[in-house]
């Protein structure tokens, strides 16, 4: 039996050993390897960047930021990968006006300063980069949009994305929330369309486009801030989407909402949802502990 | 002393966290330092279109019922004007085109008074837009025979249609005999001598596929392949002018069909080398520069235009900082939240690097929905302002397509190519109600928008824009096609202690009209650049005469004609402050 375990193992295809050894690397870096791909595809296919100038400054004052703050808060500078990631992320969302470079330094510091502004029982609530470009979507409308269409809308790019997402999403374990998120989209969205006699493909067809896959590749699934225990994470998705059906159909019914609510409604579904969803999270747990 | 408690470290933090999201919502507002002046402009636009007897309305078309949920959005186009002196009694007229069958195109006559007459009928260039051929998106104007009489091409979502001058009072259609007889769903179009033998060549933009009829379609996959990118656009054109009132496609043999959905074109030599080149503003794309390889090719250049794709409207081009060269202003769409495209100033670095350089930022990098923009010395002071047309469909002003337009857009292609997946428009505004911006040129302090200073206030969905000095006086006055909406005449009256010189081109081994010309002028600390126009902005066409401001100056030391021919004219210390007709020397 020993014999044959082994012969398998060796026997393993290169891919399946790739797999393995996946499974042992720091999820960050993973999803740190996701964004870049995602950053220079779309660089070197779409010119997505708008000037390297913006990802230069987004870079330097997140991980600026996260060193300088880790060390005044904690005595120590922390690994900056996941200020490197809210850097990419920055970049590829926050699309100002005219050439203005300032979108990309507040957002920048305050995505990092949130996480250790915005804290609860020593965890912080908000996936950073959801928190500043929401935050900016909501402050500065008349400066600050979102990724749209910068991204093309070739079926074989975001073939790429979704098959490198959903693998890298298997492997750190954060698949079903990815795939809950999904599938509840599109349910709960059909439903809308049907409700208020609309065409389903128009309310189902922005989950096809890129600002899609940067939502439910980086940010629903942030490991830091997404809560304990796989049965809660898929609920919590699920209330996310149900957040974000409300706040289209309010849309559809031309309720006075801030712009930011129309441009980027899953963005601010997560802003909603996902801190209340850590706090509770967060308090249960402590008070178990304490029980 | 030991480090501040968790609690204090993090009230710390708070504060610059705090005082970042307050900038934020401080700079939302505008930038922190005013920029360029916006006091004393020098001049002012009133609106006299009644005053002139212009009382030209734009129709929209209607088409097939099969899109009649995106029908305000493909039946968007359509407005367009073009100045001519289609008389030759030395005075611009006007052209107007309209886009509902049956709705008659206007050729507004220049009494010289300060009023116009339409004479399109009597003129036979009023019934244009006819089931089976299709309804006028534009005209240019070009003496294509060298008769001394200038012809006009209109160019619809249908067969183009070329009309011959015949006396300076009818035009007969001539556009089967010249070989022009084609269905392009166009946008635009320019007279351009490319191989400079002296004959204007014609170059057709297209956005729709030319094999989609609007009013008969055989399937509703007739939208663009991405809002960035696409490439499904119909083929733009180039006709050789062979002589004897023909004129042959070349597109091939030399190199620019491109199907980028394009809106607008514009032409000049940018390199340098003596030869006419290509600039297109293509709408769901990069602009394009093709540059002409001594009338034999044209390639496609390199030039820096790739990395920003965006939306062009339309293209212009002036010499933006008077350094003697042919820069492009390319409009865009910014809506505030939803989508900063931003307008691109791309200033003429081609003959350093061989690229442009866009240096749009703040007031100028964001009209709105920007359409037709032209360079114009407004103010006679030697720098060119800017007049932007905006807005794109105004209906109900409680209704916003936006949000509508945010879920499509972001879409994959495959949904939304097809027009019959687009949210209904129903009567929704998109971008609708937006201000005319006039940019006013503060040279290093950037630019900044006089428009509602300067009584440039209506809320039109601006398109086509064209200037001329109607009343010959030394002034650029700027004319407005609006789309489904009436036309305005602006008149610029310009502060009086300004001078100004204007130039009158006449070609002979050139092209009659000089389209092409480049005129340089030089004076004390003042150089410029301008180009005799074939056709510019965003279905339009200028005034053929060139104006140049000169504020102050009391001479101009030299002016420096290269004509189309590659004929090089120099005249010295040139008379000031009236119009001066030049003829291209025979050798």
Redesign the interface.
Known sequence: MAEFTQATVAERSAPARLWDRASKIDPRYLIAFLITLVLVVGQLR??LL?GYDRLAVALLVCTGTEAL?SW??R?KVVNLLSAYISGISLTLLV??????L??FV?GG??AI??K??L?YRDNHLWNPTNFAVS???L???????VL???F????AT?LVIWIFGLIIAARVGVLHITLTYVVSFLVLNTVRALSLG??V???I??I?????QLFVFFMITDPRTVVRGRGRQIVVAIIIAIMEMLIRFA??K?WPLP??F??APAFLALAIVGPIAKWTDLRRASTRTRD | MG?PG?SV??A???I??LG??L???R???GPLRSSADATHPGFMLRDETAAAGIHFVHQRPTFDTKIAGVEPHVAALGASVSVTDFDGDGRPDLYFTNSRFGAPNALYRNRGDGTFEDVARSAGVADLNRPGEGVSMGAVWGDFDNDGREDVIVYRYGYLALFRNVDGKRFEDVTAQAGLRQWVNSNGAIWIDYDRDGLLDLYVTAYFRSDIDLWHLTTTRIMH?????ATNGGKNLLFHNRGGGKFEDVTDALGVGSTRWTLAAGSADFNGDGWPDIYLANDYGPEELYLNDHGRHFTLSNAGL????KSGMSVTLGDAFNRGRVDAFVTNI?E?????Q?NNLRLNQMAESKRFRNV???AI??AGWAWGAQFGDFNNDGANELFVANGFISADR??NY???M???????????EDAA???AFGNASLSGYEPSRVYLNRGVAGWVDVASRVGATDLYDGRAVALADLSNRGAVDVIVANQNQPAILYRDYPDSTSHWIELKLVGTRSNRSAIGAEVLLEATNLTQRRVVDGGSGFASQNDRRVHFGLGAREWVDRIVIQWPSGTTQVLQRPAIDRILTVTEPER
């Open positions: 779409y010119h708008g703050l005044f808060d005595g699309k100002p006006q005219g050439g203005a300032w979108p507040i510091f305050i300063a949130s250790y502004v804290r935050a900016l979507l402050v500065a409308a008349d400066r600050v949009s749209s269409h910068q093309g809308n070739d079926v975001n609309q065409p493909l128009p309310e067809a922005p096809t486009g890129p600002m899609y849309s559809d031309g712009t930011a129309n441009v | 480090r968790s470290r993090r710390i933090i708070a610059p966290f970042a999201i900038l934020a919502m700079l939302d507002r392949n991405s809002f960035e990118f790739e990395s920003e794709s910014s505030r939240g939803y989508l900063f931003n749009a930022e703040g990098a964001d409680n209704r936006w949000y509508a945010s879920k499509i857009a972001g879409a994959n292609s495959r949904l939304f997946t687009w949210p």
